[in-house]
């Protein structure tokens, strides 16, 4: 694991680790993401990927390495709920020490 390629990983700090707003319902048009991380090594964003999944069973689906100026990042969801979501970001923040960003997709 080569920690000097990581371009972006937050470690959790507090409380309040995640503002989407837990009565949200997510809709087509409003789909609720995380991201745990973003790499310049492919390699990197897949061994987090694979590590949470092993870790948090129910994200196996749900977890996803995307593409795109010339980064490698990280995942999470779609989720039903900012209630849904703020749980398994809470859960990585717990397990990991990565604070989940929300993202606006």
Do not use: W
């Not at 795109?68 to 995942?75: E, K």
């Not at 969801?77 to 849904?84: C, N």
């Amino acid at each position: 694991d080569r920690q000097g390629d990581v371009l972006a990983y937050l470690p959790g700090a507090g409380a309040g680790t995640v503002s989407i707003d837990p009565t949200r319902a997510a809709t087509p048009s409003r789909p609720i993401y995380f991201q745990l991380g973003a790499f310049a090594d492919r390699e990197n964003a897949e061994t987090l990927r694979a590590r949470v999944t092993t870790a948090i069973v129910e994200l196996g689906g749900k977890l996803a390495v995307r593409t795109g100026d010339g980064l490698f990042r990280v995942h999470a969801g779609p989720f039903p709920s900012g209630l849904e979501a703020n749980r398994i970001a809470e859960r990585i923040l717990a397990i990991f020490g990565i604070r989940a960003l929300p993202l606006a997709r």
